[in-house]
Structures are given as structure tokens and as C-alpha cells.
């Protein structure tokens, strides 16, 4: 057994170092930015000055979390779906 399998991370007994890099890039991977179109939060709840539609914009958000998100309600803005996420902020991801 190479020497990088063999040790493990504090807390981590039963998975090995490589195990754990390995699978937070993967998640990395899902947690990471896409551009979307939609109104502003205040312009979602009408405390915005628009007098007609309210313009669309372009947002930054995690793709896994707001794909997850859609899935529950596809017609509403998420703002804990903005990137950086925290999964991403944890993994030490930069916005």
C-alpha cells in the first residue's frame, strides 16, 4: 500500500486521504457557477419602482443548488442558491 493511501484525516478512521480529496473535487465539480436570467429579489416580491415588467438580469448561482432548487419551485428566485454557495465556501472554492 503507497504511503498516501495509508493515512487518514482526523475524525476520518475508515477512509483514506485520497478517498477524501477524490470525492470533494467531485463535489466541487456539481457546486460550481452558472449564469441565469431573472428579475431582482425586491422585483419578485413588487417592492421594486417598476412601473411595467421588471427587467431581467443576470445571476451567478451554484448550478447544483439551484438545479435542486428548480425542482421545487421553478418560478422563484433562490437566494441561497447564489455562488458562491456555502458547500463551495466550505470547500474553499473561490467566488
Known sequence: MAE???KTVPGYPVRNLPE???DAKD????HK???V???AWE???GDCEHDDECPS???WVCAECYGLTAEVDPEMYHASTVWPCKTATTLGVAA
Open 37 to 39: 436570467e431573472g428579475i
Open 4 to 6: 498516501a493511501e495509508k
Open 57 to 59: 438580469e443576470t445571476f
Open 27 to 30: 463535489v466541487r465539480e456539481l
Open 33 to 35: 457557477p452558472q449564469e
Open 43 to 45: 422585483c419578485y416580491q
Open 20 to 22: 477524501l480529496i477524490k
